[in-house]
């Protein structure tokens, strides 16, 4: 055994036994005056979105890794704009998940199960196939988001309404500068053709 997996396997044996002191389904009455019940509903879809965010994060770090081609430097940058953003935005989601009194779920592969987006599956695939998978997923972000906006102005939440517009907003300009450079002249043809 390797002294990486050893390192691995005495960690997790190690937090085996131990109990967390509030349950990841814990929660508290919130401090600003929300009802109780309808804040902790609507901060398990803020669980969700910043799960999902943090799926989409980690395509566009992959997609900023890995792309090539003439407008390489351009993408590379642009992408990391993109999870740059995502990541600050989706950090406020959780931020205000815990003023609604609950816990926001944090480890990779309980957020991976918590989102209702997946990521691509591993390996290099053409930059348009690449780029068109970010939009879809930025596009599904953008629905469940207004479904949230909609459901936070019904319970009088206007704060939370507030923030998922802001992030809303993000979202609905990086799906547009996808759309953009998917553009019939926006990238080289052949490798990157749909077959
Ligand atoms: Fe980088």
Redesign the pocket.
């Known amino acids: 055994m390797s002294v990486l997996d050893q390192v691995s396997k005495d960690l997790k044996d190690r937090f085996k036994e131990e109990d967390p002191m509030r349950a990841p389904d814990w929660n508290e009455e919130n401090p600003i005056g929300l009802p109780h019940e309808q804040a902790i509903g609507l901060a398990g879809e803020l669980d969700r979105h910043q799960a999902s965010m943090f799926v989409m994060f980690h395509q566009y770090?992959k997609h900023?890794?890995v792309v090539e081609g003439p407008q390489f430097r351009d993408l590379?940058l642009y992408l990391?704009d993109s999870y740059n953003q995502i990541h600050k935005d989706l950090d406020a989601i959780a931020e205000r998940l815990t003023v609604l009194g609950a816990l926001p779920t944090a480890s990779p592969i309980a957020l991976a199960k918590q989102a209702y987006v997946a990521h691509e599956p591993e390996g290099y695939f053409p930059i348009r196939t690449m780029l068109r998978n970010d939009l879809k997923m930025e596009r599904t972000i953008c629905t469940m988001l207004r479904n949230t906006i909609g459901r936070a102005q019904e319970i009088g939440d206007y704060g939370t309404a507030t923030l998922l517009k802001s992030v809303l907003m993000n979202a609905e300009e990086r799906a547009h500068h996808l759309d953009h450079y998917l553009a019939e002249d926006g990238l080289r043809s052949g490798l990157s053709e749909e077959k």
């Open positions: 770090q900023h890794w590379h990391e």
